[in-house]
T-cell receptor
Framework: QKEVEQNSGPLSVPEGAIASLNCTYS??????FFWYRQYSGKSPELIMF????GDKEDGRFTAQLNKASQYVSLLIRDSQPSDSATYLC?????????????FGDGTTLTVKP | GAGVSQSPSNKVTEKGKDVELRCDPI?????LYWYRQRLGQGLEFLIY????????KSGLPSDRFSAERTGESVSTLTIQRTQQEDSAVYLC???????????FGQGTRLTVV
């Protein structure tokens, strides 16, 4: 079992819809959770991070964390074609060293106009 | 510089040759990370430098891999006697340390033929 699991997709949603990306992790001691967006051929860029159970909203993005279920998700509201990318979930076992995380393999999202 | 700079952007090498990849972090960033990303997969942590502390080498896959960093400046990742399975994109990231966001370079695409 991988430490961080994501559905590889592709996930396809129409423009304007809500895209829901899911991630589960195996280390119950994990403390911090990150979502990165990676356009094809480009490097990852951080879009959200969350440390506490519940929801965290930033513009069209909402991260949801449930530590009891070892589950973190990313919702993208009003999806745009420019959101089409691979989304990487990253999990960090400590509340330090944000760059040293365990990454999932990513979910590819396609937003169709 | 304005961002993390990596060179070369592309490298094709023959099996058995040594290669050296370079990373120039954002000025003032004390933390530097190397990751490997194989096609269609997530990021695989390789090594982490924090200031003048001993580096965390826990992710290096074999003794063919080594990395150096002098102070808070440039880092080089060296792969000796390259194998075809070393073909991947090698990403470098830097951060201020702690929970601060890690910024990624554009990566070096290594192809071993």
């Amino acid at each position: 079992q991988k430490e961080v699991e994501q559905n590889s997709g592709p996930l396809s949603v129409p423009e304007g819809a809500i895209a829901s990306l899911n991630c589960t992790y195996s280390d119950r001691g994990s403390q911090s959770f990150f979502w990165y967006r990676q356009y094809s051929g480009k490097s990852p860029e951080l879009i959200m991070f969350i440390y506490s159970n519940g929801d965290k909203e930033d513009g069209r993005f909402t991260a949801q964390l449930n530590k009891a279920s070892q589950y973190v998700s990313l919702l993208i509201r009003d999806s745009q074609p420019s959101d089409s990318a691979t989304y990487l979930c990253a999990v960090n076992p400590h509340n330090t060293n944000a760059g040293k995380s365990t990454f999932g393999d990513g979910t590819t999202l396609t937003v169709k106009p | 510089g304005a961002g993390v700079s990596q060179s070369p952007s592309n490298k094709v090498t023959e099996k058995g040759k040594d290669v050296e990849l370079r990373c120039d972090p954002i000025s003032g960033h004390t933390a530097l990370y190397w990751y490997r990303q194989r096609l269609g997969q997530g990021l695989e942590f390789l090594i982490y430098f924090q200031g003048n502390s001993a580096p965390d080498k826990s992710g290096l896959p074999s003794d063919r891999f080594s990395a150096e960093r002098t102070g808070e400046s440039v880092s080089t990742l060296t792969i000796q006697r390259t194998q075809q399975e070393d073909s991947a994109v090698y990403l470098c990231a830097s951060s201020l340390g702690g929970l601060d966001e890690a910024f990624f370079g554009q990566g070096t695409r290594l192809t071993v033929v």
